[in-house]
């Protein structure tokens, strides 16, 4: 379990492949304090440590993870956004994330809004039911909230903190981002999909 709030971002230095599946290098400042079998949310997927290293770690994708997510797409020297599972002694300053992709969305507009940035981004319609204005969402590991929401669209703002201490800076028009929809509007949905049954 996550809450949106990126702690830090890894730079990938090395990917092999075996089977169908992705391993990845990350080298990260927080890797001197992961342990192995920890869950860190990358761009908002929640993968474990596997080996650990002095400045870096280990994680693998399987085919169902790339299939879903943007790391099928991921490069050597790519910036990621990290954040290890919450605490329950701690702040939940974000909003409750699982670390499970349900899809991805594409950037279709970047805009500097004179001290903020706003980004417009394409998904699949079939998803609306779950994206509210000012509603949740987490965008490759951020939480952050909608606005001018349509069936296909929706628009985030996004602070100069933000900016500079995620990935979100090197984002592009035509990028595409994992996303994770709330998770209390997930369970309405399906409990008004089997209620019509």
């Known amino acids: 379990m996550f ?19 992705r391993t990845f290098i990350i080298k990260s400042p927080l890797a001197k304090q ?11 997927v929640c993968l474990t440590v596997e080996t650990t290293e002095k400045d870096s770690y280990q994680v693998t994708a399987i085919q169902e993870t790339l299939a879903k997510t943007t790391l099928g797409t991921w490069k050597t020297g790519q910036s990621i956004n990290l954040e290890q599972c919450l605490q329950w002694n701690g702040r939940l300053d974000g909003h409750i994330v699982q670390g499970h992709v349900d899809s991805t969305a594409k950037c279709i ?16 319609e079939s998803f609306a039911p779950l994206i509210i204005e000012k509603g949740s969402i987490s965008l490759d590991g951020i939480s952050l909230t909608v606005f001018n929401v349509s069936e296909k669209e929706f628009s985030v703002a996004i602070i100069p903190y933000t ?28 409990h008004l999909q089997l209620a019509k049954g």
């Open 3 to 21: 809450t949106g709030i990126i702690e830090a971002t890894g730079l990938i230095t090395k990917i092999t492949e075996a089977g169908n599946n």
């Open 34 to 44: 992961l342990k192995i079998d920890q869950s860190i949310a990358h761009n908002g």
């Open 109 to 124: 507009s970047k805009k500097d809004a004179d001290g903020s940035w706003e980004f417009r981004f394409l998904f699949d």
């Open 163 to 190: 900016f500079e201490h995620t990935n979100i800076k090197t984002l592009s028009t035509g990028d595409d981002v994992n996303l994770e929809f709330d998770m209390v509007g997930k369970y309405v949905l399906r």
